[in-house]
């Protein structure tokens, strides 16, 4: 009980730092001319969000690191390396790696060389591979996390040599997925959220105590980033958010052991990814029909007739329904 509150204490204290400064950092973007360009073959209602600041994820990445360096400065300071890394240590190497690879695409698309277009898409995923690939052996050989829980067995699953790729995959996975997810106002932020919220539960339950703290930690930071990023937005993540968040909650998920109910916690993004890789399968082997009047999902329904806002309320609400379901099957 003591532990719970102290994260949920935590979550507070990250949102009110990310609600402080994200004024300020609006106005630096604004400043510093880096808004968002809108695809022309996307929704028309899209084109009014032209030149919206983006690059958001800063907001939510630096009160997570400080936060997190600061609560664990005495580990920091004594190297305990092993400690540091089975809680926090490597998830937010992770937030920030990935973090840095979205910054950098969409510093591209805005004012870079490839405007309009950022990031070449071969290197940013080669550089996610890279990243996904040593991550995914630090957890197998250095850490030693439970490579894989099945719901309502206690035994846990030895992968043995498949387990690298298997990581590796999940961690490039969820980041472009919850990419894809990006695309509505609120909708990415309230998604992860809702995620985060469930892990840091599963972890908490499981006696993962500062992992827990980390999980709920960026709770609070991603409702910070909410408070601008509600209809109408006034700042977007970006990639410097979406690929960060999507990666660190793959690699959350990997350290609880629990990572069989990613797709059910983190449904949405998992769905909007499968209605991608649908789309263009579907598009070559009928010679340009489409399966979807537009890709990623949240876009089809919006060409079908629903508001943006109710997109991302009727998304945000089967996300929780489905984390509770995630929930309740770690219980078991």
């Known amino acids: 009980m003591k532990e719970g509150s102290l994260a949920l ?175 509505l106002d609120g909708l990415a932020g309230l998604i992860s959220a809702t995620a985060f919220a469930a892990f840091g539960a599963i972890a908490l339950m499981g006696g993962q105590i500062f992992l827990a703290r980390f999980c709920f930690t960026l709770v609070g930071a991603l409702f910070g980033f909410l408070w601008f990023n509600v209809h109408p937005a006034e700042l977007f993540m970006g990639d410097t958010g979406s690929l960060a968040l999507g990666a660190t909650l793959a690699v959350v998920a990997l350290m609880t052991g629990e990572w069989l109910l990613l797709p059910i916690i983190a449904i949405i993004p998992v769905s909007e990814a499968l209605s991608v890789v649908l789309q263009i399968i579907y598009f070559k082997r009928t010679h340009g029909k489409r399966l979807f009047k537009m890709a990623p999902l949240h876009h089809h329904f919006e060409l079908s007739g629903w508001s943006e806002t109710q997109v991302v309320q009727r998304f945000w609400l089967m996300s929780l329904l489905f984390a509770m379901l995630g929930m309740a099957l770690a219980l078991v």
């Open 9 to 183: 204490a935590l979550s507070t204290l990250s949102f009110m730092m990310a609600v402080i400064w994200g004024g300020p950092l609006i106005r630096v973007l604004r400043h510093f001319k880096i808004g968002k360009l809108i695809r022309v073959e996307g929704p028309a209602r899209h084109i009014t969000k032209m030149g919206t600041p983006t690059m958001g994820g800063v907001m939510i990445i630096v009160p997570v690191v400080l936060l997190t360096v600061l609560l664990n400065a005495s580990q920091f300071i004594g190297l305990n390396l092993r400690m540091m890394g089975q809680s926090i240590l490597i998830p937010l190497m992770v937030l920030i790696s990935f973090g840095m690879i979205g910054a950098v695409d969409d510093w591209e698309g805005v004012r870079g060389a490839r405007k309009g277009l950022g990031m070449r898409a071969r290197t940013k995923f080669l550089l996610q591979v890279g990243l996904a690939v040593m991550v995914a052996l630090t957890l197998k050989y250095a850490l030693d996390v439970p490579e894989l829980l099945w719901p309502g067995v206690e035994f846990v699953f030895d992968l043995g040599p498949f387990y690298v790729p298997i990581a590796a995959f999940i961690i490039v996975g969820m980041s472009n997925a919850v990419n894809f997810t990006d695309g």
